[in-house]
């Protein structure tokens, strides 16, 4: 997960195996391409989505932590209260 | 999030990665860090802040709400196979309780280390009664547990 350039603008995520909105960073097209929906007992949607992590602007991708346990947090936003 | 980064040393343990995901762009992650998050867990966050600008992350967690244009709370466990094992979702004003999760992660830790040949009861905790699922157990439940006791 190299440091990416940040530019102007606006990075997105993409889930992996769906085409990128307009993003010129390459994405790997998989075989599957039919849309999952998360639920218990089946695989987690992988995803790439760009990220900030420790000083840096970078990328995270769900697959590169097969092997570990995953606590994957979605909240409403930044500065919100709770 | 604050409480994950407050409580990370405890997942660590567990050898848990954590992703946090919200609609906000990478800049203002590192803003939040630097200006609030930090302050409130005593260090920088330890773990990538993702940014969903759209949603598509989300939308396919179902955890996208379209009207808002917001994640709402949603927190997933995923075992090391990238299986999701448990999921919560909450709207926006009331936070999580994090003692619970790293709860579950316990229990389907030790669920997976036995293979499934030990299974945790309500309110399990570590080092609690665990279960031995089998044909002597069928009806017999009972006999080795009661949500009354602490076992």
């Known amino acids: ?82 | 999030m604050s409480a994950v980064a407050a409580n990370y040393e405890t997942l660590q343990e567990l050898d848990v990665k954590v992703i946090s995901v919200s609609v906000d762009s990478q800049f203002v992650h590192k803003v939040w860090n630097d200006q609030e998050l930090s302050k409130m867990a005593k260090k920088d966050i330890p773990f990538h802040m993702a940014s969903d600008g759209p949603g598509n992350v989300g939308k396919i967690y179902g955890v996208y709400d379209e009207i808002a244009g917001v994640e709402l709370r949603g927190r997933f466990i995923i075992d090391p196979d990238g299986v999701i094992q448990a999921m919560e979702v909450m709207t926006p004003p009331v936070g999580r309780q994090l003692s619970e999760t790293i709860r579950q992660i316990q229990a389907f830790q030790h669920v997976r280390a036995t293979k499934g040949a030990e299974v945790c009861p309500a309110g399990w905790m570590p080092g609690k009664k665990i279960l031995k699922p089998g044909p002597a157990l069928v009806g017999n439940v009972w006999k080795e547990w009661s949500p009354l006791e602490d076992h």
Not at chain 1, 21 to 46: R, W
Not at chain 1, 58 to 70: A, E, I, M, Q, Y
């Open chain 1, 1 to 82: 997960m190299a440091e990416k350039n940040a530019g102007c603008a606006r990075p997105t995520g993409a889930v992996v195996g769906e085409s990128a909105p307009e993003s010129s960073e390459e994405t790997t097209p998989k075989k599957e391409v039919k849309m999952q929906i998360a639920q218990v007992g089946t695989k987690a949607p992988d995803f790439e989505a760009p990220a900030y992590y420790q000083g840096e602007f970078t990328t995270v991708k769900l697959s590169d932590f097969l092997g570990k346990w995953v606590l994957l947090c979605f909240y409403p936003g930044d500065f919100t209260f709770v």
